[in-house]
Each structure stands twice: as structure tokens, then as C-alpha cells.
């Protein structure tokens, strides 16, 4: 009795190891964008910096567990980099009222 074929056939080794993770650039440039919002002398800015930055951490936190090597520590920056933002989320509006360019928030009369 002859043995059956295999019904196809396996990929070559050398595409595995030629195969590259996707880059990390849209991750570092949207963070360096959410810093820089943070920073704007406006009230809205610094908020919307703050609540994105909030949302990420964890899922950049729950990416890392999941991640290995090399991409495991790029996560690791990534919540770094948004806890700094969410520092700098806060510090940001006090200096813009310390120096008088914001004014403090006032219901309308």
C-alpha cells in the first residue's frame, strides 16, 4: 500500500527567519504628537493628552504581557513615555497659570 501525499507543502525555513515584526514608528510618533499636545496653553489639550494617555497605558501594559524579546521592552518605553506624558499632562497647565498665559477656570456670570 503506498504512503499518501501530503496535501502541501510546508514553507521553506528561510521565509520564517527573513519575516520582521512591524515597526514601531506609528506608536513613537502618536505618543511624541500626545506629548506635544500636552503642552499646548490651552485647557482642552492638556485633557484630551491626559484621558488618551490614561486609556493606553493599560493597553500598552496588556501588550507587553503578551509580547516577547525585543518588543516586550519597546512596550515597556511606551508606558513609560505615556506616564511621562500623564506628568506632563498636569505640570504643563500649573506652569501656564504660574506664568499668566492661562487663567483659571470661571463659570460664566
Not at 490614561?54 to 525585543?70: D, K, M, N, T
Amino acid at each position: 500500500m503506498p504512503v499518501p501525499e501530503l496535501p502541501w507543502e510546508p514553507p521553506p525555513e528561510h521565509e520564517r527567519r527573513a519575516r520582521r515584526e512591524p515597526r514601531m514608528w506609528p506608536i513613537a510618533v502618536g505618543v511624541a504628537a500626545l506629548a506635544v499636545l500636552a503642552c499646548i496653553p490651552h485647557w482642552v489639550a492638556p485633557t484630551v493628552a491626559i484621558m488618551v494617555a490614561l486609556v493606553g497605558i493599560p493597553v500598552a501594559w496588556g501588550f507587553r504581557r503578551i509580547s516577547q524579546g525585543r518588543r516586550r521592552v519597546q512596550y515597556i518605553v511606551v508606558v513609560l513615555t505615556l506616564l511621562l506624558t500623564v506628568a506632563l499632562s498636569v505640570v504643563a497647565p500649573l506652569l501656564w497659570l504660574r506664568l499668566g498665559v492661562l487663567q483659571p477656570l470661571q463659570l460664566p456670570s
